[in-house]
């Protein structure tokens, strides 16, 4: 196989997507992806819908997460790509790590009532898809329905990053665990959006090592939040490392993502695509 288009991250409303896996599926084969994988946060819930309807409309489908880890204290994302589904290994630590969600939710509730905003944690829930998988989004876009400020770009700067009053610190997974499960399942564990990360380039390192001790192959090297210097940057990482690389829109919904479905620049040529790993 040979994919014109593939896109490996995205969302839907099984984490903190706004659009239902088929209708997700559907767009993406509207907007020309040939080889699509559905990542939502922490749960697997929508794989089967997703699959479903990749199989409807003709379009190739590989199984995929975004698994929530922290590493040194700096929280990093996982992809996991083609595992099996059902991998007690993978289906217990999603499990856990999503109870982790609820009680840090609280917290950030509390946190934010201590400087006066009350009933966020509350309101939140109006936004919450899945009530399993509550995430920053869903405190993010409640805060601006109540003008707290006025889209998701200025409530993430003043509130909820590191440093701003509604953002607490949670132990999520370790790097360890993250590529132990997708690899224990059958997958290739590679490293979403590296460009995001608020890290020297001596840390960069660091953490790729480790990525690669654990078993990790994948790099985001094309991504909906990386600009051209991102892409030559883990360009050269990614030939350094060995690592596959891989390319997603991390798309959310029509009005919150940085780029459609599959509309992203082709993967630098030379670079081994990871869906040569997996299909
Ligand atoms: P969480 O997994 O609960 O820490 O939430 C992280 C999610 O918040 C990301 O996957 C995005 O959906 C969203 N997010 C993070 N930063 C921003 C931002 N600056 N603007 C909009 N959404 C963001
Ligand atoms: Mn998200
Ligand atoms: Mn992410
Ligand atoms: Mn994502």
Known sequence: ??????????????????????VVARRAAANGVDLWALTDHDDLGGL??????????????????????EWRGIPIHIVGLGFDAANPGLVNGLNEL????????RRMGEALAAVGIPGVYEGAQCFVTNPSLISRAHF?????????????????????????????DHRWATLGEAVGWIAGAGGV???????????????????????????????????????PDHVMHFARLARHYEFHASRGSDFHGPEESYVDLGKLPQLPEDLKPVWRLIV
């Open 140 to 168: 993010g876009r409640y805060m601006v329905s109540i003008g707290i400020a006025r889209d998701m770009a200025g409530v993430f700067q003043h509130y909820l990053t590191p440093g701003k009053p509604g953002y607490v």
């Open 189 to 227: 564990a590679v490293v979403a959006h590296p460009g995001r990360y608020k890290m020297s380039g001596a840390d960069m390192r660091r953490f790729l090592d480790d990525f690669k001790d654990c078993g990790g192959r994948g790099l985001e090297v094309t991504c909906g939040s990386h600009s």
């Open 98 to 105: 999503r109870a982790g969600r609820i009680e840090r939710a």
């Open 1 to 22: 196989m040979n994919p014109a288009n593939f896109d490996f991250h995205c969302h839907s409303i099984v984490s903190d997507g706004l659009l239902p896996p088929a």
């Open 48 to 69: 089967l819908e997703a699959r479903a309807t990749a199989d409807e409309v003709g379009m190739s489908f590989i199984n995929g997460v975004e698994i929530s880890i």
